[in-house]
DNA sequence: TGATATCCTTGATTCAGGTCAAAGAACCGC
DNA sequence: GCGGTTCTTTGACCTGAATCAAGGATATCA
């Protein structure tokens, strides 16, 4: 389990647009004052896990949701063949666990690619809340129905793709969403293994390391280790027009 | 008039319940009749769609999902990049549209691959309904994390798997989703072409069209065009057993 | 500070599955 | 039944990425 670190308000909600406090996810969502209250109280904010902790587990009963704060998480599925697949990278604003919303079991496990603080949003609770708030229902389904659409983009990058569309789709995907959080877009650090980046892609590890260095002589990006220094962003998305029909 | 029972319909009923339309769905729904009447009002039951006729198609603004009531349905997702990607085929008793709940547009097509009979839930009727039947939520919401694990599971089949491992997890998937509708597990049409399967698996249709004259050969299966006519279902659940670790 | 495990890169070799090509088989409208 | 699609199979060949192997680079911890 993840040590607590005391109740502050971090995550506040900005007054000026109504975000909820799960309002990293950058979803509007209309509720009174008083509902926005009655919100911040269920969630429980700020538990926080060190490198390799896990959130939560395949197969172990679901209880919450949970919004990454900081650092960031991998989600993967191990199936009962032993096969073992990371379905996500979540960054800062991002939830996991919507994979099991409502379902007796998580259906997979969330683990901490480093030193990550994590809010809980417990399910049970959350449930009674929503029938009071519908726009929370709204947004729920909403962040459901968007986690699908992930997962198709992913399988159609599994199966249709090169290693090098692979690793730029990965680089965009990345630079995107740190932009999203106002970082910079072709500067960050890469929170994860290329170990693990393998994986999520398909790929070898040996594969991932030779087009990294491939687009570094390309001029495509530089990388040193695990620190993205920059990113020719034009250059990779032409990678991925298919140029055919 | 006293007290109403709640009564346990189970959706897992034949086919011929004429209690609710979504009966196909084979998951249990507790709703009382007087709910389950004004739920069947809502429904809109059978259309009738030719073989490549679209149910709906991306990027249209999403109306409502649809339950397949016979036939069978694929679904499809295209990028801007022009790649085109069978998300999943659809068996009676199975829902589509769940990607696009609560989403503006729809979020990829769905065509049928044959003459199919499918039943409408327009969406913003059946909102306001599961605001009053919370069951209903509840359903919806297990609906969703469900395509959800199965794009999981489908992203896990396209990194991980060999050419006759995807076959052979095609195969016994349709195998157990027909033996769910009471029908024979080991023999049954393919309602999809080659090129279907193809798509689907991330494999070249050549690739496809010689894995299964080697399951012939094995005696795996015995499969004549687009009818199967038996599986040697053991044998083919031993080739997703991985060896390793 | 050095010992040790883990992570990352690079090279050489191999092979599963893609591509190209072409011939049957099934299906459709007339 | 007949010409034209569209679907399916089979063969020959080629390539992208896996695998095997091994040497650097980083991190972790006593």
């Given at each position: 389990?993840?040590?607590?670190?005391?109740?502050?308000h971090?995550l506040a909600?900005?007054?000026s647009c109504?975000?909820?406090?799960?309002?990293n996810?950058?979803?509007?969502?209309a509720?009174?004052?008083?509902?926005?209250g009655?919100?911040d109280?269920?969630v429980n904010r700020g538990a926080?896990?060190?490198?390799?902790?896990?959130?939560?587990?395949q197969?172990?009963p679901?209880r919450s949701?949970?919004?990454v704060?900081?650092?960031?998480i991998?989600?993967?599925v191990e199936?009962?063949e032993?096969?073992?697949?990371?379905t996500?990278?979540?960054l800062?604003g991002e939830?996991?666990?919507?994979?099991?919303?409502h379902?007796?079991?998580?259906?997979g496990?969330?683990?901490a690619?480093?030193?990550s603080s994590?809010?809980?949003?417990?399910?049970?609770q959350l449930?009674s809340?929503?029938?009071?708030?519908?726009?929370?229902q709204?947004?729920?389904?909403?962040?459901?129905?968007?986690e699908?659409?992930n997962?198709?983009?992913?399988?159609?990058l599994?199966?249709r793709?090169?290693?090098?569309?692979r690793?730029?789709?990965l680089l965009?995907?990345?630079s995107?969403?740190y932009?999203r959080r106002?970082?910079p877009?072709?500067?960050?650090r890469?929170?994860?293994?290329?170990n693990?980046?393998?994986n999520?892609?398909?790929?070898?590890?040996?594969?991932v390391?030779?087009?990294?260095?491939?687009?570094?002589?390309q001029?495509?990006a530089?990388?040193?280790?695990?620190?993205v220094?920059?990113l020719?962003?034009e250059?990779l998305?032409s990678?991925?027009?298919?140029?055919?029909t």
């Amino acid at each position: 389990m993840g040590e607590r670190i005391p109740t502050r308000h971090s995550l506040a909600l900005s007054p000026s647009c109504n975000h909820c406090s799960l309002s990293n996810l950058c979803l509007p969502l209309a509720v009174s004052d008083g509902d926005m209250g009655r919100l911040d109280e269920v969630v429980n904010r700020g538990a926080v896990y060190d490198r390799g902790q896990a959130i939560f587990q395949q197969h172990t009963p679901f209880r919450s949701c949970y919004a990454v704060r900081s650092g960031a998480i991998k989600t993967s599925v191990e199936t009962a063949e032993g096969d073992y697949q990371i379905t996500g990278f979540y960054l800062p604003g991002e939830i996991i666990g919507l994979d099991s919303l409502h379902a007796e079991e998580y259906a997979g496990s969330a683990i901490a690619l480093e030193r990550s603080s994590v809010c809980e949003i417990p399910m049970d609770q959350l449930e009674s809340l929503s029938f009071e708030i519908p726009t929370l229902q709204h947004h729920f389904f909403q962040l459901m129905s968007q986690e699908i659409q992930n997962g198709q983009q992913l399988s159609l990058l599994l199966s249709r793709k090169t290693a090098e569309e692979r690793l730029a789709s990965l680089l965009l995907s990345l630079s995107s969403r740190y932009e999203r959080r106002q970082m910079p877009p072709t500067a960050f650090r890469l929170p994860m293994a290329r170990n693990d980046i393998a994986n999520f892609l398909g790929l070898a590890v040996e594969t991932v390391s030779r087009v990294l260095t491939r687009f570094q002589s390309q001029g495509l990006a530089t990388i040193n280790g695990r620190s993205v220094e920059s990113l020719d962003l034009e250059g990779l998305h032409s990678l991925l027009q298919s140029p055919g029909t």
